[in-house]
């Protein structure tokens, strides 16, 4: 027991990935307490993200007590102050209550327990445990020693998000710089809306992309000036249904962006259904949210730059000689004839 203990918190210490970490936590803790279910509610201090992650051990656990575990976590997380103490919690009419393990709970026998996470002073989350009532009777009645363990599973969580931040900031960082080059030397309009689609659904692995210009029908992304992410499309009084049935394309997902330049409204942007059934989530929010800055200044200057040369030509040549015509080496040098 002991060396699987070892080799366990060995391959805890390696891990960096928040959700490979939870999980990694849960297996050791089934394999000590013999747990039905375990949830995890953790918070970012610097960025303010939350994560979620929950383990059906057992079928005792009803897949709507995920639920109702996430919405009981997030309250007892929402305030600023840390956690202190092990509570006790059960279910009453469908939802949990919480109560000290010394309250009086009348009739409701505990089904788990919620225990704090933190590192040096700071809150990290909460952790929950699930269990039949004498297993969670008997954390309480031993609590000092069966949670000895909790300041590692804080100290590990916390270095999972830390390692995770990191990386995130690094890969934004990357697909700034990425999405700035490819789209900086990029005059024609529609070769640059071309690379824009790529660029999205490549990042956000998503089936397609589409770039809407703005005009005076608005969808809610523009209208709302933020991003919007409907996973459930069917079901959203606001999706415009005509444009599949023109394509023969079935939108199952869309998370859209507005595309702004200052004030100046410019567009929106949509990234259309996660690959393999997938919901968008608060990452791609944030991919599509950075590009969006870079794309609506991209396409302001684009279509300025169209304006121009069509201007000059029209001048130049006469009213309708720019139709078809095709700039030399996509400069900014119009096309003489």
Request: glycine share 6%; proline share 3%; aromatic share 8%.
């Amino acid at each position: 027991m002991q060396e699987d203990m070892n080799l366990s918190l060995v391959k805890m210490i390696s891990t960096n990935g928040i959700e490979e970490q939870c999980s990694n936590i849960s297996n050791w803790l089934n394999q000590q307490y013999h747990l039905d279910g375990i949830g995890f509610f953790l918070k970012e201090g610097e960025s303010a993200q939350t994560h979620f992650f929950t383990e059906r051990v057992t079928e005792r656990v009803s897949k709507d007590v995920v639920q109702n575990l996430e919405d009981m976590l997030l309250k007892l997380n929402q305030t600023d102050e840390t956690q202190q103490e092990v509570l006790f919690f059960a279910q009453k009419q469908e939802k949990f209550v919480t109560f000290s393990p010394g309250e009086h709970s009348g009739s409701l026998k505990p089904m788990g327990l919620t225990i704090p996470l933190g590192v040096l002073g700071h809150s990290v989350g909460t952790l929950a445990l699930i269990a039949d009532p004498a297993t969670i009777q008997n954390f309480s009645t031993q609590t000092p020693a069966k949670l000895s363990f909790m300041p590692i599973i804080s100290g590990l969580l916390d270095n999972a998000m830390f390692h995770e931040l990191k990386d995130n900031k690094i890969r934004m960082l990357n697909l700034y710089q990425t999405v700035s080059s490819s789209l900086s030397y990029i005059g024609d309009l529609q070769e640059l809306l071309t690379t824009i689609i790529s660029i999205v659904t490549s990042e956000l692995l998503c089936e397609e992309c589409s770039v809407l210009l703005y005009d005076e029908h608005a969808g809610r992304a523009l209208r709302d000036r933020t991003t919007q992410v409907v996973n459930d499309v069917q079901s959203d009084p606001d999706f415009y249904g005509n444009i599949d049935k023109e394509h023969a394309f079935k939108t199952k997902s869309i998370l859209a962006a507005p595309l702004m330049s200052g004030d100046e409204l410019v567009g929106v942007i949509n990234a259309l259904n996660k690959v393999e059934n997938k919901l968008f989530d608060k990452e791609d929010d944030q991919i599509l949210s950075a590009i969006a800055d870079e794309v609506a200044m991209a396409v302001k200057n684009a279509r300025l730059f169209d304006f121009v040369v069509e201007s000059y030509c029209k001048i130049k040549q006469g009213a309708n000689s720019c139709k078809g015509c095709k700039r030399p080496l996509k400069s900014w040098t119009p096309c003489v004839r």
